[in-house]
């Protein structure tokens, strides 16, 4: 994989003389999640909002850029290490620790509805989904590394509502969600069990084996063992970490998916007269690439690029076979083989 990546770092190099390669930063795909916040001050085009403020005094619980645990940053790392050409938004939904996929609580509050004076059942949770659907987010993808736990899952209003957000959400982008990580025995688990998420387990490099976790459930996995991510340097002062689980293997594949989409609209992307390079074209100008976008940001079309990467091993998503020996290749070459690639899915 990593030749790859170094392969799409050039196109910072490149977009003086390569359209494709401009284009393709000038549109970074939105990438949205949902988790306990993350150190803002270690990425870069990053924004965020907190979900948690009403009655909390702690300034690491009320702001998403400063947190009191690493696991929110954790995956914000993992999505910018799979994607540089992406556009971060964190939702603070959580206040509390969130470790390996194990599962949270989600807070309930009580609110009045201005348009029915009725009192309605929300969550910060819900609420998160919603702001990231909104135009001020706009999310092509949406992220949620962890389950909630089992108590709330049993909950048939707030699970119902939740549902529906999701629901909503996923009409026009992608959403993934954590497994449990208590293999094959684990419980269903929500938001993972919804129909409109994408449920994503760990798995060794080697592929799924008796100790990958809830394999039965989750839709795909992806290697989730050992992983280096970086880390705020006022909890860790080495400003490095190791994680695992299914939470990570979930924002590798919010991190892949996002690497898709720009790789979509790189290999589709076509050099129209007169086009200024390095210039802020609108989407709409090259309607190749944004149509081809759009078929692949949805959920049952980014899941055949998904199953075309899984090789010989059903559900286990090898991102590295996408294309390979990319060392010699040049940029159209490799365009032109993304381009393949994509028509076959």
Same mark, same amino acid.
């Given at each position: ?72 940053? =954790? ?50 949770? =819900? ?68 129909? &409109? ?49 299914? &939470? ?98």
């Amino acid at each position: 994989m990593e030749p790859f990546l170094r392969f799409l770092s050039s196109f910072q190099s490149q977009q003086a003389t390569n359209k494709a390669c401009a284009y393709v930063i000038e549109h970074p795909i939105r990438v949205a999640i949902i988790d306990n916040g993350a150190a803002s001050y270690l990425f870069n085009d990053i924004d965020g909002k907190s979900f948690i403020e009403n009655g909390l005094e702690s300034l690491s619980q009320s702001h998403w850029h400063i947190v009191s645990n690493t696991h929110g940053t =954790q995956m914000a790392s993992l999505v910018h290490q799979m994607n540089k050409f992406r556009r971060l938004f964190i939702a603070k939904a959580c206040p509390g620790p969130i470790n390996l996929g194990v599962t949270v609580d989600a807070v309930v509050e009580v609110r009045p509805s201005l348009a029915t004076q009725h009192v309605v059942l929300t969550t910060p949770i =819900q609420q998160a989904i919603d702001w990231a659907c909104g135009e001020e987010v706009d999310a092509d993808i949406i992220s949620m590394s962890w389950t909630i736990s089992d108590l709330q899952a049993t909950d048939t209003t707030l699970h119902d509502k939740l549902n529906d957000a999701c629901a909503r959400a996923a009409e026009k982008r992608i959403i993934f969600c954590a497994t449990g990580d208590k293999g094959a025995t684990a419980l269903t688990r929500c938001p993972a069990e919804f129909y &409109s998420t994408i449920a994503i387990a760990t798995t060794p490099m080697t592929g799924p084996g008796n100790n990958s976790a809830d394999m039965g459930h989750a839709q795909f996995a992806l290697p989730g063992d050992d992983l280096q991510v970086d880390a705020p340097t006022y909890l860790e002062p080495t400003g490095v970490e190791r994680t695992a689980g299914s &939470s990570a293997a979930t924002a590798l594949a919010a991190g892949l998916a996002s690497l898709i989409l720009t790789c979509v609209r790189f290999a589709y992307y076509r050099e129209q007269p007169g086009a200024v390079i390095g210039g802020q074209n609108r989407k709409g100008d090259n309607e190749a690439a944004e149509k081809a976008f759009t078929h692949f940001r949805h959920q049952d079309n980014i899941k055949k690029v998904f199953n075309k990467l899984c090789k010989e091993q059903p559900k286990f998503v090898q991102p590295w076979t996408m294309v390979e020996n990319v060392e010699n290749l040049t940029h159209n070459e490799v365009k032109d083989r993304l381009y393949q690639f994509f028509r076959s899915c």
